[in-house]
């Protein structure tokens, strides 16, 4: 079983659509969550992190429920500029390592 | 402005070669990280190093070697023992402490001709 799994996708949705991406995570352990985006070629970039009472970034909503071990990314409104693979990480307490999981891809066409 | 710089951008290697990639940061980071990422894949840890003159193996780390003599530096070996080295490689680096995620350099593209 992967430490971090999630759907791969893609994810097809007309620009305004709100999509939601789930992941879950293996480790009980696991004490920090991310959000990184990575477009086609490039590296990953930091999107969020995310906090266990939940957090927003304008159009983006991370949520975090340590008793299921599942972490959640919600886009309102999406753009064309959002699709891109949508990259959920955790790290494990007592260890300065991330550990990826391989994304969710996000196609948003016009 | 500070970051880190990877270099070259793409790389060729024949049968039987060993190719260093080079990581550079000016974040004044402790920690460095080789990832390896392969088409549709995630990325998987090679080495990774706290602090300085020391490092750690990551999860695929045979067929690969590092050094860190230079807080700034990360340089990458990938040894001819290294089967399968056509991949996209990725350097990052944080500060462990403040758990801010890592930054990531704009990666090196190996392919193997």
């Known amino acids: 079983r992967k430490e971090v799994e999630q759907d791969p996708g893609p994810f097809n949705v007309p620009e305004g659509a709100t999509v939601a991406f789930n992941c879950t995570y293996s480790n009980s352990a696991s004490q920090s969550f991310f959000w990184y985006r990575q477009d086609c070629r490039k590296e990953p970039k930091l999107l969020m992190s995310?906090?266990?009472s939940g957090n927003e970034d304008g159009r983006f909503t991370a949520q975090l429920n340590r008793a299921s071990q599942y972490i959640s990314l919600l886009i309102r409104d999406s753009k064309l500029s959002d699709s891109a693979t949508y990259l959920c990480?955790?790290?494990?307490?007592?260890?300065?390592?991330?550990?990826f999981g391989s994304g969710t891809r996000l196609l948003v066409r016009p | 402005d500070g970051g880190i710089t990877q270099s070259p951008k793409y790389l060729f290697r024949k049968e039987g070669q060993n190719v260093t990639l080079s990581c550079e940061q000016n974040l004044n980071h402790d920690a460095m990280y080789w990832y390896r990422q392969d088409p549709g894949q995630g990325l998987r840890l090679i080495y990774y190093s706290q602090i300085v003159n020391d490092f750690q193996k990551g999860d695929i780390a045979e067929g690969y070697s590092v050094s860190r003599e230079k807080k700034e530096s990360f340089p990458l070996t990938v040894t001819s023992a290294q089967k399968n080295p056509t991949a996209f490689y990725l350097c990052a680096s944080s500060i462990p402490q403040d758990n801010y995620g890592y930054t990531f350099g704009s990666g090196t593209r190996l392919t193997v001709v």
């Open positions: 995310v906090y266990s």
């Open positions: 990480v955790v790290n494990i307490k007592g260890s300065y390592k991330l550990i």
